[in-house]
C-alpha cells in the first residue's frame, strides 16, 4: 500500500540554524501539507502546497518558513532560523483530490528537537 | 471561530466492549469530518471520514455518526481490542479548505 514517507525521523539542531525536512508524498497525490504538533498537544495545520505553489497557510507559517518541491517526488519543509518553540512532531500529508477523494494520509514524522 | 474539540481526554474500556469516543464541533462550515488513529511516535493514521450529506458512515470495525442539529460527531469502535489503544483524534475541513482541524484527542486505553 502507497504511503507517505519523510527524512530524517529525528533531527536535533541549535536555535539560529536552518533546518530542511522532507517527504515523499503518495505518487498520484497532487495536494500536499506540512502540519506540527508540539509534544502533548493537537496536531496543528502550518501550509498546504497544490500546482508548485502554496494554496493555504496558517499564521504559524512565518516567514521562517518556506516549501518547496524540488523535483518530482520529493516536498520540503525549511525552517530558516529556528527557534526553541519549533520543537515538535512535523507531519507531511498528501491527498489526492480528485473524484471527491479528499483524505489526507499522514507520514511518520519527523521529530524535531531546538536547542 | 472555528474549533473541533472533544468532550473526554481519556476513555478506558474492557477489551471486547464498544467503545464510543465523541466529538464537539463549532463551525457549520465544515462539510468533511475525519477520525484519525495516533499510536505513540507515529503520525496520524486515516480511520474512517464523512460528509456532511450523511449522518452514518460504516467501516471495519468502526462506524462514524454525524448530528448536524447539534454539531457533534463519534466514533464507535466495535469490539475493542488491544491494537486499539491510542490517541483518536477528529478532524474537520470547511468547503473551499485544505486545512484540516484536529481536536485535542482522546486516549483509549484498553483494560485485559
Known amino acids: 500500500e502507497p504511503e507517505v514517507t519523510q527524512t530524517p525521523s529525528h533531527q536535533v539542531t541549535q536555535m539560529g540554524q536552518e533546518v530542511i525536512l522532507r517527504c515523499v508524498p503518495i505518487s498520484n497525490h497532487l495536494y500536499f501539507y506540512w502540519y506540527r504538533q508540539i509534544l502533548g498537544q493537537k496536531v496543528e495545520f502550518l501550509v498546504s502546497f497544490y500546482n508548485n505553489e502554496i494554496s493555504e497557510k496558517s499564521e504559524i507559517f512565518d516567514d521562517q518558513f518556506s516549501v518547496e518541491r524540488p523535483d518530482g517526488s520529493n516536498f520540503t519543509l525549511k525552517i530558516r532560523s529556528t527557534k526553541l518553540e519549533d520543537s515538535a512532531m512535523y507531519f507531511c500529508a498528501s491527498s489526492e483530490n480528485r473524484g471527491g477523494q479528499e483524505t489526507q494520509y499522514f507520514g511518520p514524522g519527523t521529530r524535531l528537537l531546538v536547542l | 471561530g472555528e474549533s473541533v474539540g472533544l468532550h473526554l481526554p481519556t476513555l478506558s474500556v474492557q477489551e471486547g466492549d464498544n467503545s464510543i469516543i465523541n466529538c464537539a464541533y463549532s463551525n457549520s462550515a465544515s462539510d468533511y469530518f475525519i477520525w484519525y488513529k495516533q499510536e505513540s511516535g507515529k503520525g496520524p493514521q486515516f480511520i474512517i471520514d464523512?460528509?456532511?450529506?450523511?449522518d452514518k458512515r460504516q467501516g471495519q470495525r468502526v462506524t462514524v455518526l454525524l448530528n448536524k442539529t447539534v454539531k457533534h460527531l463519534s466514533l464507535q469502535i466495535a469490539a475493542t481490542q488491544p491494537g486499539d489503544s491510542a490517541v483518536y483524534f477528529c478532524a474537520e475541513k470547511k468547503v473551499g479548505a485544505q486545512k484540516l482541524v484536529f481536536g485535542q484527542g482522546t486516549r483509549l486505553t484498553i483494560n485485559p
Open positions: 464523512i460528509r456532511s450529506n450523511m
